[in-house]
């Protein structure tokens, strides 16, 4: 969505009175100061690209050589993670010191060049920086799902790692390490990632097996699951996503899968995302199930 600058509107005949008028009448709408956009066409806009125009309207009023940094570079990378924060727009630039002025954050920070990419015209740190920089500033569970996210978006893991120690030692990196450490690149959404950070520390679940396809004694294939606990027992994280366009047509298809891995002896649990914000009804869902088929 285009916006206009002050400087841009002063150019085109509109005085700072007007542009005030405008905002106060609602036909305007001021992202930050200095920029406005057309009302309607805000709120048009879902919650993450608003985030995406503010990004862009803090990024053309920087004076300073940094790169856009944290969830702000999450953002235009399209990595989903963990509970993320809109309010702030966030740059990095190399040195010491730096923090919040307002909506907008400035971190100084060790960052080599090499850390340092351009997406869509601005500056942007890589996929595997900003996954360490999200990771250190986050919890166990966050660090996890963003290095997965950076994962299935094409980082390397030997690329995340190296971003890792040129990071330095700062607040968050034992986080950073441990979540990072722990990703595995086969999950295939941000809710599986979620899920897997909750289980890890709870000793009565064993690690489960990621993407395991199941077949008939002849071969054909039957499905792939989430998550596997010795080929007993099937657990599956329903997002919406999986139901998009004809609902009731992948209704009825995940049904017919589920039926198939019965046949098989699998038995298998479902959870959605209240069960992953509410996580004892995950950490009890799986204990009944691992029970229920004996390995509990």
């Known amino acids: 969505m285009d916006h206009l600058t002050r400087q841009a509107a002063l150019r085109l005949g509109l005085s700072d009175s007007s542009l005030h008028r405008a905002v106060a009448a609602g036909t305007m709408h001021r992202i930050r100061r200095g920029h406005v956009c057309d009302a309607a066409d805000w709120e048009a806009l879902t919650d993450d690209d608003r985030y995406l125009v503010r990004i862009r309207a803090a990024a053309a009023a920087l004076t300073l050589p940094a790169s856009l940094s944290h969830q702000s570079a999450a953002a235009l990378h399209g990595l989903p993670i963990l509970r993320p924060d809109r309010r702030v727009v966030h740059f990095s630039l190399d040195g010491r010191g730096g923090g919040h002025g307002g909506p907008r954050a400035l971190h100084r920070c060790p960052l080599d060049p090499v850390d340092v990419t351009t997406v869509d015209g601005l500056s942007v740190t890589t996929l595997e920086r900003t996954a360490v920089d999200v990771a250190c500033a986050g919890t166990f569970a966050q660090a996890v799902c963003v290095a997965e996210s950076a994962l299935r978006a094409g980082a390397t893991r030997e690329e995340m790692d190296a971003a890792l120690i040129r990071a330095g030692r700062r607040r968050g990196i034992a986080v950073a390490r441990a979540g990072l450490a722990y990703a595995d690149g086969r999950t295939e959404s941000i809710g599986e990632s979620w899920s897997r950070a909750l289980m890890h520390p709870w000793g009565d679940v064993p690690e489960?097996?990621?993407?395991?396809?199941?077949?008939?004694?002849?071969?054909?294939?039957?499905?792939?699951?989430?998550?596997?606990?010795?080929?007993?027992?099937?657990?599956?994280?329903?997002?919406?996503?999986?139901?998009?366009?004809?609902?009731?047509?992948?209704?009825?298809?995940?049904?017919?899968?589920?039926?198939a891995l019965h046949a098989l002896g699998v038995y298998v649990v479902r959870w959605t995302w209240p069960d992953l914000v509410h996580q004892e009804r995950l950490h009890r869902l799986l204990r009944d199930g691992l029970r229920l088929v004996g390995l509990l």
Do not use: I
């Open 208 to 259: 489960p097996r990621l993407q395991h396809p199941f077949t008939r004694d002849d071969g054909t294939f039957v499905a792939r699951t989430d998550f596997d606990w010795n080929g007993r027992l099937v657990g599956e994280f329903d997002g919406e996503v999986k139901y998009g366009g004809d609902r009731r047509a992948a209704v009825l298809a995940e049904r017919r899968r589920e039926n």
